[in-house]
Antibody
């Protein structure tokens, strides 16, 4: 079955870096665009970044542009989010999600999420 | 693209019919998706392309609309439907979400 498992979250000081990973299984990872979506405590959902199926194209939310980098390794079936210059407002649960692009780009599979807390 | 979802919260009883609306700041054809989220869990896709039910989703859920105005309707609430619902436009990057509607038991 389709499975996405995030890892790498934790507590980090403002200005520091963190790298999240999302291990995919149960489907042909290299065929799907992939997203990172975050949710601050008690808040709504925010799309953070997307990468095309082959890694050649990326798009970022304005709130993270220049600080976060999304990438993927199709040989390892893994999605990454490198987060630099972290701020308190980056505190959130981070989800990876599969974009079933043929079905109006909807997100049909999500990981369980990994919590990132930015605090001194 | 800005999303305006309403109401932000809603109290209803089992068996009630409820409707949630989502309006976008520009036309998005039918690139509108609905998700359900329960506390501590990841969102779950309910409807894509404004009105197409994702596999395994009960038929009491339905969606409609195109252009800028969309609705999610639950025809007869079941206990497991009490959750938070989000709309999402997937027409233009960045794909944006509505603020959410928390559906609570009356």
């Amino acid at each position: 079955q389709v499975q996405l498992v995030e890892s790498g979250g934790g507590v980090v000081q403002p200005g520091r870096s963190l790298r999240l990973s999302c291990a995919a299984s149960g489907f042909t990872f290299s065929s799907f665009p992939m997203h990172w979506v975050r949710q601050a405590p008690g808040k709504g959902l925010e799309g953070v970044a997307v990468v095309s199926y082959d890694g050649s194209n990326q798009y970022y939310a304005d709130s993270v542009k220049g600080r976060f980098t999304i990438s993927r390794d199709n040989s390892k079936n893994t999605l990454y989010l490198q987060m630099n210059s972290l701020r308190a407002e980056d505190t959130a649960v981070y989800y990876c999600a599969r974009d079933q692009s043929g079905n109006w780009n909807s997100f049909d599979a999500w990981g369980q999420g990994t919590m990132v807390t930015v605090s001194s | 693209i800005q999303m305006a979802q309403s109401p932000s919260s809603l109290s209803a009883s089992v068996g009630d019919r409820v409707t949630i609306t989502c309006r976008t700041s520009q036309t998005i054809s039918n690139y509108l998706n609905w998700y359900q989220q329960k506390p501590g869990k990841a969102p779950k896709l309910l409807i894509y392309a404004a009105s197409t039910l994702q596999g395994g989703v009960p038929s009491r859920f339905s969606g409609s609309g195109s252009g800028t105005d969309f609705t999610l309707t639950i025809s007869s609430l079941e206990p497991e439907d009490f959750a938070t619902y989000f709309c999402q436009q997937s027409y233009n990057h960045p794909y944006t979400f509505g603020q959410g509607t928390k559906l609570e038991i009356k």
